[in-house]
């Protein structure tokens, strides 16, 4: 643990500096988040040197920005593993460290984690305040204000940072917002409105009209009003690289003993010139050379099922002026960039506010467009309600394209894409079905595209494990397709990805085996399983997503209800556990997941 309290002014620089220095250096071989991790180190050391981290939470939003803090705590020298398999987590992990409060890496919680911690707090009668740090980024979420709407009304000490690094709030206010601000954030300031708000009491109400009125016209030429009109105390803007300016701010707030929200103006990518400013690129990068910014390596290989989406989409766009679509703060990451680049008033970047993104194709459908609602896989968790009430229910023509579908890699535990057909497949009037490749990704895009009713199809990260270019049959609702067959008695089904993995598997195989691209996971195939379970008694299900509720569990479904005795059915789905973050190779190999591991799996149960 570095000690930043005892440290002079001059030392606390050069920390940061040397903070700026590790963190470039770990990441350009690692890969992870960049740019807004360097531009927060002062506000994060500001942080360490005025609150407890052993008693005060410390929370910070999706965490991605909390590399400085890792550093200060403890964790300098194990810092090089940053994002490996069995190494340091990109986020805020408690069973990585006592001071991490909280697991974070979505957006938008750390208001409401506050309010959380802080009844906690004032139930045990502790001298303990919450800090949150929070993006600009992550204001755009429903949440936040609802738990600014309770901690208004509850007024619990904490101090909320606002990191704001590209807000255009304060832009227009200059000079007057600067001065007021300075002044409000002033103990004399503060003393003398408490003061008066106090002798107040006392006056006429003409002369508390008065001055509630002079006070809120102040407050309407400053960035605070909302929060101010929230009930939740505002300073600043301040200057977020300010170090002892900070740390004076930060003491004033923590003094107040109520909500207060301390507005921090930073630079992305601080430190690094090839990195200041807003550049989407530097958010989160691969491997780097810090000498010139150039990627390490190049991944080349098969095109990602990202790329083979937006192309897609693009040439469906073109053609029907129909088809629109949405996305919830990804353009770039789910390839939506394009096609709001193309067709502006017809696709939207909606920010970080899953559940808006979701309900607001509904009228779209309803009114007669072709809404394509492209979301992560982990995201759609947020916006859950909204798929059930406002698209299922109406039985609307909505298509979810959930790219990250399965393993991510070194995002880890909060973003591996692994529930969703879990918690779709419950959801009356939802189809749900996925491709193998890229031919049969234009196939289900077409069929999506002239689809009545809600569906989902899933796609992974990076390319499809099946390569084949074989021309792709139309996908025909409920219907799945034989890869092979074998007069063994071994039936391999698999699913989207899980196709890839299955011919992979049988590739190591001594003796051939029949491979089902099951295609749809509801509806089933019910007459093609009907005879398949005359045909073979040992089925191994091949899918990138949770065993419980997932491929399997359908499967098993469906023999059990119709009565179908004598298949010896096994799942290669995920177990029921969060998986660790890491190399994806890596991760599968722990879980026993690779093709050669299958293989294996495979011949050792079927000998029994």
Request: with cysteine; hydrophobic share 40%; net charge negative.
């Amino acid at each position: 643990m570095i000690n930043v309290k005892t440290m002079s002014s001059e030392e606390r620089e050069i920390l940061c500096q040397d903070i700026r220095e590790r963190i470039l250096e770990v990441v350009s071989k690692n890969g992870g988040h960049l740019s807004s991790t360097l531009g927060a180190t002062e506000l994060i050391v500001a942080m360490h040197v005025v609150f407890d981290v052993q008693k005060d939470p410390f929370i910070f939003d999706v965490s991605h920005q909390a590399y400085a803090h890792k550093l200060i705590t403890g964790r300098w020298d194990s810092f090089e593993t940053l994002r490996q398999f069995d190494g340091m987590c990109g986020y805020t992990k408690p069973s990585e460290s006592d001071a991490d409060y909280y697991v974070a890496g979505h957006s938008s919680t750390s208001i409401s984690l506050g309010v959380g911690a802080a009844k906690a707090i004032a139930l045990k009668g502790e001298d303990r305040v919450p800090v949150m740090m929070i993006g600009d980024g992550s204001m755009t979420a429903g949440m936040v204000y609802e738990a600014l709407n309770e901690l208004g009304e509850r007024k619990y000490p904490m101090v909320i940072i606002l990191n704001d690094n590209e807000m255009s709030i304060a832009k227009p206010i200059g000079a007057i917002s600067k001065i007021l601000s300075q002044t409000m954030a002033s103990p004399f300031y503060q003393k003398i409105k408490a003061g008066t708000e106090k002798i107040l009491e006392h006056f006429p109400e003409s002369a508390t009209y008065m001055a509630k009125r002079f006070e809120e016209s102040l407050k309407l030429i400053t960035p605070g009003l909302l929060f101010e009109e929230l009930g939740v105390e505002y300073i600043g803007p301040v200057k977020g690289h300010d170090l002892e300016g900070l740390i004076e701010t930060l003491l004033i707030a923590k003094n107040l003993g109520k909500p207060v929200i301390v507005h921090a103006q930073t630079l992305k990518g601080k430190g690094y010139d090839l990195a200041e400013g807003h550049h989407e690129h530097w958010h989160g990068v691969s491997p780097f050379d810090i000498s010139d910014g150039k990627a390490s390596k190049n991944s080349g290989g098969a095109k990602a099922a990202t790329k083979i989406y937006t192309e897609k989409l693009l040439e469906l766009a073109h053609a029907d002026d129909k088809v629109v679509g949405v996305t919830a703060a990804m353009p770039s990451g789910t390839g939506l960039s394009p096609l709001i680049e193309q067709f502006p008033t017809r696709f939207w970047d909606v920010a970080i506010a899953e559940q808006h993104a979701v309900t607001s194709m509904g009228p779209l459908a309803k009114e007669g467009f072709k809404p394509f609602c492209t979301i992560y896989s982990t995201f759609l968790q947020r916006g859950y309600d909204q798929v059930i009430h406002d698209i299922c229910l109406m039985n609307l023509p909505v298509v979810f394209a959930l790219d990250r579908a399965g393993i991510v890699g070194e995002d880890g535990e909060t973003h591996q894409g692994v529930f969703d057909i879990s918690f779709l497949r419950a959801i009356p009037n939802m189809t749900i079905f996925a491709p193998r490749n890229e031919n049969d990704m234009h196939a289900a895009m077409d069929f999506a595209y002239n689809f009545e009713t809600p569906c989902s199809l899933r796609y992974p990260r990076g390319a499809f494990l099946d390569t084949s270019t074989d021309e792709a049959k139309p996908f025909v609702l409920g219907k799945s397709e034989f890869i092979q067959k074998s007069k063994k008695n071994i039936l391999f089904i698999g699913y989207g990805n899980g196709v890839g993995r299955a011919k992979l598997t049988a590739e190591c195989m001594d003796e051939d085996v029949a491979i089902l691209d099951l295609r749809f996971v509801k509806p089933l195939d019910k007459e093609t399983l009907r005879k398949c379970a005359s045909e073979y008694s040992h089925w191994y299900v091949f899918s990138d997503s949770a065993k419980m509720g997932g491929v399997g569990s359908a499967i098993l479904e469906f023999l059990a209800e119709d009565g179908i005795t004598g298949i010896n059915v096994k799942s290669f789905e995920f177990e029921d556990e969060f998986i660790t973050h890491g190399d994806t190779k890596l991760v599968e190999e722990s879980l026993g997941l690779l093709p050669e591991q299958l293989a294996e799996k495979v011949k050792a149960s079927f000998s029994k």
